[in-house]
């Protein structure tokens, strides 16, 4: 087992909310061919979703890899800033992609590169053309060219969350970082609570001068996911969904009920954390579903260091929903992975990527999150801090894997899984796709009309899973505690695997102006227990319209929309 403790606190950096439009590709100086693509030669499952959790101590990185070897990299992140060559994680994940892929030397070409949030141990520290002292590891070695000292492998699409951006403001042309004690002031932060030179060196390679020798195989592929703009869907392969279904902190406000997280929080005497501006992405393939938000927090607190923690899961909880595999947020913290995030997302395996440290990673509480609900946890070490904040000695029982990397990897496209860990394998089956009477908590609302101006408003359902799930008894609602009553849906209904019901009724349930939520949820000796859910709010009344999904069962759009689908696919892009 890799034993590093981390040399550094953990680097902050930014966030923001009233986002701009996509960044403007910068024009390439020169077309990088791309490197060779994963291949049928590698040790990836084809024809099935793969999901590799790397060991990289106490970081983060993660390659996912789809049914035709089409490839997303999440994170890559380094214990110490000042590590290089062959020593860094970089070095070791290359090796580990060139192996799955089949590639035997040299760089390897990746379809999409996410980094989570801009932390140290999620991204690495990026060298910088005024360096004086060599610096370069994480995504910044892997993603530079082997003629400036990198690893060379090419990326189609490089996705940041929308921290900030560089401005030239001497117009030298060049973006300089400067230091602890003087940063620089050429970062205009866009959504950002605690800021640092982590931070301000990714930003100067992702959006630096054009031209400029280290940022060759990026240029012109950066996507910095705005709050303005529909958030990307991945093309990981025909029969992949795979959505961004959060960033930058959206739609969630700070402890006092009406501060956005998102927006330029740099300033404030107690900013946010960096972690709460993390990428959130669900990824479906059939039946099975898998999904991972970087170091989303889930309470409200004020760290001893000075930033706050926002519940950014309570908002993740309806947007992801039940799934199979869930990475656990923020290595296990105890300020992550709440008990409703867990119980909601309610998955079967969890992943914890953790190594040696003095933050209490993970928690008790957090494994105890996910025990509750039956999951087995697999960690990228054990044991990784030995007490945890309370200074009760952390209970590893039952906990799967050492050391080392943990491959999950689906079986009759998506209808099952296993995991590879150190000490073997284990199978699973999908929940809800195993035959006969499909399970009726993984049934998504799937688009809903309020207030036409004839006929009834109604709400249609999405059945996700293989089997035909039956819904009889179930019910659909309004905001919870107060509008009108709940809708039994009557006996004998029924969804196939993959398709759709819509129940109908008048006009008025359903708010055409204001706040509203729209629910699916089981109603039994007076106590809710819901499966799935949307809120809105519409500034004005609106009548004919919809609030759909992306695709069946894809993210919801936060837009109203005219295109109606009733009974139909949904469209798969945004208004």
Request: proline share 5%.
């Amino acid at each position: 087992m890799r034993r590093h403790r981390f040399l550094i606190p953990l680097f902050l950096a930014a966030v923001f909310t009233v986002a701009n439009a996509f960044l403007s590709p910068h024009t390439a100086s020169a077309t990088v061919p791309d490197a060779p693509h994963c291949s049928t030669a590698g040790t990836w499952r084809q024809g099935e979703l793969n999901i590799y959790w790397f060991d990289v101590d106490q970081g983060d990185s993660q390659l996912v890899v789809g049914p035709t070897g089409r490839t997303l990299l999440i994170d890559l992140g380094e214990t110490a800033f000042n590590s290089t060559g062959t020593s860094t994680n970089a070095t070791r994940v290359a090796a580990e992609i060139r192996s799955i892929c089949g590639i035997s030397s040299g760089p390897v070409h990746l379809d999409y590169v996410m980094a989570s949030h801009q932390h140290l141990d999620h991204i690495g520290y990026a060298g910088n053309p005024n360096d004086t002292t060599t610096y370069g590891n994480g995504l910044y070695q892997l993603l530079t060219p082997l003629s400036s000292g990198g690893l060379g492998f090419t990326v189609g699409q490089l996705m940041d969350h929308d921290g900030g951006v560089w401005t030239d403001s001497n117009g030298d042309n060049d973006c300089d970082v400067g230091t602890s004690a003087a940063p620089s002031t050429e970062t205009a932060w866009h959504n950002a609570g605690t800021t640092s030179l982590t931070a301000k060196r990714w930003i100067c390679w992702l959006y630096g001068p054009s031209g400029q020798a280290d940022r060759a195989n990026i240029d012109g592929k950066v996507l910095r996911i705005t709050n303005a703009n529909p958030w990307p869907s991945l093309d990981l392969g025909t029969g992949v969904a795979s959505n961004v279904v959060e960033a930058n902190g959206k739609d969630v406000m700070q402890a006092d009920g009406t501060t956005p997280v998102s927006g330029d929080h740099s300033a404030d005497a107690t900013p946010p954390s960096e972690n709460d501006y993390s990428i959130a992405l669900r990824t479906t393939w059939g039946p099975f579903a898998y999904a991972t938000a970087g170091d989303s927090d889930g309470e409200y607190s004020t760290s001893a260091n000075g930033y706050t923690y926002n519940n950014i899961e309570s908002l993740l909880a309806s947007k992801i929903g039940a799934v199979n595999a869930l990475r656990a947020n923020h290595h296990g913290s105890s300020h992550s992975s709440s008990d409703a995030y867990v119980n909601s997302t309610h998955p079967q395996v969890g992943f914890i990527s953790c190594g040696v440290n003095s933050y209490g990673h993970p928690g008790n509480r957090t494994l105890n999150a996910f025990r509750s609900v039956g999951a087995d946890i697999y960690l990228a070490n054990n044991p990784c801090d030995t007490t945890d904040t309370t200074g009760a000695a952390i209970d590893y029982s039952g906990t799967f894997n050492h050391d080392g990397t943990v491959h999950l990897a689906t079986s009759s496209s998506g209808a099952g899984f296993t995991v590879d860990y150190d000490a073997g394998t284990r199978t699973y089956t999908t929940s809800g796709s195993s035959g006969g009477a499909g399970d009726p908590t993984q049934v998504k609302v799937n688009e809903f009309l309020m207030a036409p101006s004839s006929g009834t408003e109604w709400v249609e359902l999405y059945n996700p899973t293989a089997s035909t799930v039956d819904v009889s008894g179930y019910y659909i609602d309004d905001v919870a505690g107060g509008g009108g009553s709940p809708k039994q849906i009557p006996s004998g209904t029924t969804i196939p695997a993959g398709g759709r019901w819509v129940m109908d009724f008048a006009s008025g349930f359903l708010n055409n102006t204001g706040s509203e939520s729209v629910r699916f949820l089981k109603i039994s000796g007076g106590v809710e227990t819901v499966y799935d859910t949307y809120s809105y709010s519409l500034g004005s009344t609106q009548y004919d319209k919809v609030f759909h999904r992306a695709g069946d069962g894809g993210t919801w759009c936060g837009t109203i929309s005219s295109n109606v689908t009733k009974g139909t696919a949904n469209p798969t892009s945004c208004p």
